[in-house]
């Protein structure tokens, strides 16, 4: 080949930080996706066969993660904010291949001898540390099983992914084959006209008159909430509650799928020595054991009952009789709609995004004294991706936030903040931690800003607590520097203590600025959207209880339950604890995702852990006043810096001198004084 028709080099390939993402094209992914994986597993293969492994050697495995790390992370984010079909063909392709190199990985014995071998060598931190999680991970995959067991462990593990995924696509038919036509517009009084004008427009598409609704959870949510007929209340409130289940199709019942899942895992728990899945799970995990989880989600919901029990009745009497499981959402809203006279997208037009963004900065360098600057760089992969910089007060470079805040076609829903560049500090490999931040928010309109509702005000101080987690860590090794290492049920605390600020009067008001009249929020307003903080709150935080326990206790027992028993075990657990009517027909089992299609399995408590531990570290602000940079200091010191170096409770107790309480959180939510 000649220097006239040299093709391009491969900019997955480059190393530059962060990468050229504007060139990154679909034919990339799979050259360089596998030239990584076949040098890195020739790598693999020496890094298993060294006689004496040092320090060095721990440096080369972290190394190894990391190149990597550089080909696979910028192709499943591209593959989340820009996808095209190529895209995604070769992203799944190369999925299989990564999966497969990382678990050969875990279940190498040379390697893991090894880490043994420097384990016992080397007690200093934070390399022990890092040791120490990497033994409990080979272990989790199964390393240290005999030939059969080893075997028969890797197959039960592929068998649970792939039921796991049967059980969301069951899920996702089933919810995909509901329909509701409605020819009459009286029995859709109080449903807002954007859920309205895709009804209409779905009903038009296949050649219907009047109306067409499905079940997607935007358009169950307003029917639930704003629907005044009880009757299409009522057939939503059914429709999604008998998903998949034996109620409805038999194709996409997941019932048989529970109880197989649930033996699969009972079986690969007693394969690695443990009673239970639920022992296996909180291997990885801060609660110590499965009576500390049962008595934290037992002592919450002791404490949240009466509280919720008369929120109930409040709702009731707003609606003048005894509700229906299908009425509690819709006379929630009319009672809020009467006691706070608050509308989301009244308070919309105080909350510009760039105003937004100039407060929340203007906030980290109060606590924390970093400056955040917009900065340039290589080209990114939408003209709406922005890169910002952030320094210490002495100037010194911390790292880079790239943020992409609009929704548009080809970009996965929701919010999240995601490593692009993990930070390190491992001889040739020396660099600053570069974070995602991802919302989906209205995109500006033509010469005006994005106006966000005060929801995404704070989904945005959520993601960036993740963020300055990632960004201000000190940890020199990337698998456990930022949120990497940290344990699950923890992961959480950053985020959802940095939520807290978008409620405080001083925040909001340097958050905001009117539309027309520029002026910041009003001090009655401020007042009515921190008095909806707590509005129904026990109710809501029983129902999250309620999950949890039922996720939690179904992965406690030994024998694994039947579908009869898992019915049992819920109904028990709404009798004992919930205050929400339950009718009979509920097969809510069949469409919790999060535990049996997704990672939450004797998990789900996780989301309320990690609102204590938030909630009690932010108690601590208020204590010494929300702004003080002293106790700012301490937090970062404490908690950010250290990322998953450490034990959660050893950090925690580290900032808070002691360990977390329940109360602050309760008075967050206004359960107690
Ligand atoms: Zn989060």
């Known amino acids: 080949m000649d220097a006239m028709t040299k093709p391009a080099p491969n900019p997955l390939l480059a190393g530059e930080v962060p990468p050229c993402f504007g060139l990154i094209e679909a034919a990339h992914i799979r050259p360089a996706v596998g030239q990584v994986l076949a040098a890195e597993r020739a790598e693999l293969e020496r890094l298993a066969a060294v006689e004496t492994p040092s320090i060095e050697w721990l440096r080369d495995t972290e190394r190894l993660l990391e190149r990597i790390h550089d080909v696979w992370s910028p192709v499943s984010h591209l593959n989340s904010v820009a996808s095209t079909p190529e895209l995604r063909e070769a992203y799944n392709d190369c999925l299989a291949e990564v999966t497969a190199f990382f678990s050969d990985l875990g279940q190498n014995e040379g390697l893991f001898a090894r880490f043994e071998a420097l384990g016992a060598s080397l007690p200093s931190e934070p390399e022990a540390e890092l040791i120490r999680q990497s033994l409990r991970d080979f272990r989790l995959a199964g390393v240290a099983l005999e030939g059969k067991d080893k075997e028969a462990y890797r197959e039960i593990s592929l068998e649970i992914a792939a039921k796991q995924a049967e059980f969301e696509q069951n899920l996702m038919d089933a919810t995909d084959a509901f329909e509701h036509h409605e020819a009459d517009a009286a029995n859709l009084t109080g449903l807002p006209e954007q859920v309205l004008e895709r009804a209409s427009a779905a009903a038009a598409e296949k050649g219907l008159e009047g109306w067409l609704f499905k079940l997607d959870p935007p358009t169950y949510r307003s029917v639930m909430t704003h629907a005044d007929s009880s009757a299409l209340r009522e057939r939503y409130y059914r429709a999604w509650v008998t998903r998949a289940s034996d ?63 008369k929120e109930l009745k409040t709702v009731e009497q707003c609606a003048s009789r005894r509700l229906d499981a299908w009425d509690v959402a819709y006379y929630s809203e009319k009672l809020k709609q009467k006691t706070l006279r608050i509308g989301d997208e009244e308070l919309r037009a105080y909350f510009p995004l760039p105003r937004v963004l100039a407060g929340l900065f203007e906030l980290t360098e109060r606590l924390f004294g970093i400056r955040i600057e917009e900065t340039t760089g290589p080209p990114l992969w939408h003209e709406a991706a922005r890169i910002f910089a952030l320094r210490n007060a002495d100037g010194t470079p911390v790292g880079k936030l790239l943020t992409d805040f609009y929704a548009r076609p080809n970009k996965r829903g929701g919010a999240w903040m995601d490593g692009c560049t993990n930070r390190s500090r491992l001889g040739p490999l020396e660099r600053d931690p570069i974070a995602h931040l991802v919302c989906n928010f209205a995109p500006p309109s033509k010469g005006a800003p994005s106006f966000i509702t005060h929801n995404d005000v704070v989904t945005l101080f959520h993601e960036f607590g993740h963020s300055l987690h990632h960004l201000l860590t000190e940890i ?29 009067p001083d925040v909001l008001r340097s958050i905001s600025s009117h539309r027309d009249t520029g002026e910041p929020i009003p001090d009655d307003k401020i007042d009515t959207l921190i008095a909806s903080r707590t509005f129904l709150a026990g109710l809501a935080m029983l129902r999250q209880i309620e999950f949890a326990l039922f996720d939690f206790m179904l992965h406690s027992r030994t024998e694994p339950a039947t579908r009869d028993e898992v019915q049992a075990l819920l109904d028990d657990i709404r009798a004992r604890v919930g205050v929400m009517p339950t009718p009979a027909f509920n097969r809510f089992q069949c469409t919790f995702g999060h535990i049996f299609g997704g990672g939450y399995a004797a998990g789900y408590y996780s989301y309320k852990w990690a609102e204590v531990l938030a909630a009690d570290a932010f108690a601590a602000f208020e204590e010494t006043g929300a702004f003080d ?24 107790i580290a900032f808070r001198g002691r360990p977390p309480v329940l109360d602050p959180l309760l008075r967050q939510a206004g359960i107690i004084d």
């Open 247 to 309: 109620q409805g199709n038999p194709e996409w019942d997941n019932s048989p799928l529970i109880e197989d899942i649930l033996k699969l895992r009972q079986r690969a728990a007693e394969l690695l020595g443990f009673r239970n899945f639920a022992a296996l799970s909180l291997a990885k995990k801060m609660a110590e054991s499965e009576t500390k989880v049962l008595e934290f989600l037992e002592d919450l919901a002791a404490r949240c009952r009466s509280f919720a029990e």
């Open 476 to 504: 020199d090794y990337p698998s456990i520097a930022g949120i990497n290492g940290v344990a699950w049920d923890a992961v959480e605390l950053p985020s959802q203590f940095f939520e807290n600020y978008a409620w405080h």
């Open 629 to 652: 940079p002293e106790t700012a200091l301490s937090f970062r010191r404490a908690i950010l810096a250290v990322g998953g170096s450490r034990d959660a409770m050893e950090s925690f």
